[in-house]
T-cell receptor
């Protein structure tokens, strides 16, 4: 299974852009990169998913370089409600739907 | 479309008892996975069911078991509860088997406290 490494925590201020980088050096050819957001006492919520280059949706952007050994989740103009834990996952098709969560990045947005 | 629902939301049990948790996936989803989340170990995969068959199993003792019904609803059972089983148990559903680009949707979880 591809393993991911993310910063344990990050601080930001309202209105700033936040970039969270995830390393996944042994990503396999067919693996996708997925990011989830989790608030306390709630289940993780899907944010964005990508395979290569750049993906953008109404919530975030995901940047993936050509070698795919890392990815960066970009949250534009964060607000206090974006305070949460963000998980980067790399899909392993041989593992079925088994998601392997790392420690995640605890983002604290301050006023 | 209704999301993933889990019942009960909160549960208190004592050591040695057993517990059954229920998960109803999003309508049309056939895959249900279960996860345990604790402050010390984070989110850990328990098992996954697809079309009533267990497809994958995480590294948990046999006290943890599950099943899936023909309507895709799933139950998870923990027998002979231990204090360390206190956790948030999360259920996630997806429309098909993983792989390429599949997304899982999580329920709110069942918080189990073992005394």
């Amino acid at each position: 299974l591809a393993k991911t490494t993310q910063p344990i925590s990050m601080d930001s201020y309202e209105g700033q852009e936040v970039n969270i980088t995830c390393s996944h050096n042994n990503i396999a050819t067919n693996d996708y990169i997925t990011w989830y957001q989790q608030f306390p006492s709630q289940g993780p919520r899907f944010i964005i998913q990508g395979y290569k280059t750049k993906v953008t949706n109404e919530v975030a952007s995901l940047f993936i370089p050509a070698d795919r050994k890392s990815s960066t989740l970009s949250l534009p103009r964060v607000s206090l409600s974006d305070t949460a834990v963000y998980y980067c996952l790399v899909g392993d098709i041989d593992a079925g739907n088994m998601l392997t969560f790392g420690g995640g990045t605890r983002l604290m947005v301050k006023p | 479309k209704a999301g993933v629902t889990q019942t009960p939301r909160y549960l208190i049990k004592t050591r040695g008892q057993q517990v059954t948790l229920s998960c109803s996936p999003i309508s049309g989803h056939r895959s249900v996975s279960w996860y345990q989340q604790t402050p010390g170990q984070g989110l850990q995969f328990l098992f996954e069911y697809f079309s009533e068959t267990q497809r994958n199993k995480g590294n948990f003792p046999g006290r943890f078991s599950g099943r899936q019904f023909s309507n895709s609803r799933s139950e998870m059972n923990v027998s002979t509860l231990e204090l360390g089983d206190s956790a948030l148990y999360l259920c996630a559903s997806s429309s098909r088997l993983a792989g390429v680009g599949e997304t899982q949707y999580f329920g709110p979880g069942t918080r189990l406290l073992v005394l």
